[in-house]
């Protein structure tokens, strides 16, 4: 079965970290630009990064940019996102999608994505 996986989420305090990971399980990675999303109760999806096939072509959405970080490590087929400084604006759930579209923006609509995962919460609370 071709599918992505999220791992990593959980509940932090402000200022806390987190990981999350994106496994592609049944296909490749290397060859999808992959994008994370988050949903937070009550309002719409948000595109939070992207990255490219290749590692150095990333987007990041305002509010997190300088925050968070995506990465791609292709011997694991696996995507990550570094949250650092997390907010409790951020508690939302987190979901990665893989797309072949790899010219122009990043895809905003869910149906320019091939692959999309389950999610991952994460909270940020004190």
């Known amino acids: 079965q071709l599918q992505v996986v999220e791992s990593g989420g959980g509940e932090v305090q402000p200022g806390g970290t987190l990981r999350l990971s994106c496994t592609g399980s049944?296909?490749?990675?290397?060859?999808?630009?992959i994008g994370w999303f988050r949903q937070a109760p009550g309002k719409e999806r948000e595109g939070v990064a992207c990255i490219n096939i290749s590692e150095d072509m990333t987007n990041y959405t305002d509010s997190v940019k300088g925050r968070f970080t995506v990465s791609r490590d292709n011997a694991k087929n696996t995507i990550y996102l570094q949250m650092n400084r997390l907010k409790p604006e951020d508690t939302a759930v987190y979901s990665c999608?893989?797309?072949?579209?790899?010219?122009?923006?990043?895809?905003?609509?869910?149906?320019?994505?091939?692959?999309w995962g389950q999610g991952t919460q994460v909270t940020v609370s004190s």
């Open positions: 049944g296909f490749s990675l290397a060859f999808y630009r």
């Open positions: 999608a893989a797309t072949r579209s790899l010219h122009g923006d990043c895809p905003s609509a869910r149906d320019r994505w091939n692959y």
